[in-house]
Nanobody
Framework: QVQLVETGGGLVQAGDSLTLSCAASGRTFTTFAMGWFRQAPGKEREFVARITWSGGTTQYADSLKGRFTISRDNAKNTVYLQMINLKPEDTALYYC????????????????WGQGTQVTVSS
């Protein structure tokens, strides 16, 4: 079975930068795209960014453009999320996920999920 494991979360101060990693292990797999989502306590899981394996097309939540950057390293089977100028409202559990649905930005379109990594941003 393919597993997705997120790492890189932690406690940071407002204005800091942080890069999350999502590594796929197990059998070799290919999907149309990988995505990042986040969920704060008491709130719904929301779309952050996605990247296709073929072509490198990226897409972001409008509110996060300019601060978050998604990238990939197919040789390492890893997807990254670089975050800059972090704000307290960015505090959430961050998940990576895989989908075979083109142009998917909804939670329901992603079939495989990691366990998440916690990002906490203090004032």
């Amino acid at each position: 079975q393919v597993q997705l494991v997120e790492t890189g979360g932690g406690l940071v101060q407002a204005g800091d930068s942080l890069t999350l990693s999502c590594a796929a292990s197990g059998r070799t797999f290919t999907t149309f795209a990988m995505g990042w989502f986040r969920q704060a306590p008491g709130k719904e899981r929301e779309f952050v960014a996605r990247i296709t394996w073929s072509g490198g097309t990226t897409q972001y939540a409008d509110s996060l453009k300019g601060r978050f950057t998604i990238s990939r390293d197919n040789a390492k089977n890893t997807v990254y999320l670089q975050m800059i100028n972090l704000k307290p409202e960015d505090t959430a559990l961050y998940y990576c996920a895989a989908t075979n649905v083109p142009f998917a930005v909804r939670v329901s379109a992603y079939e495989l999920w990691g366990q998440g990594t916690q990002v906490t941003v203090s004032s």
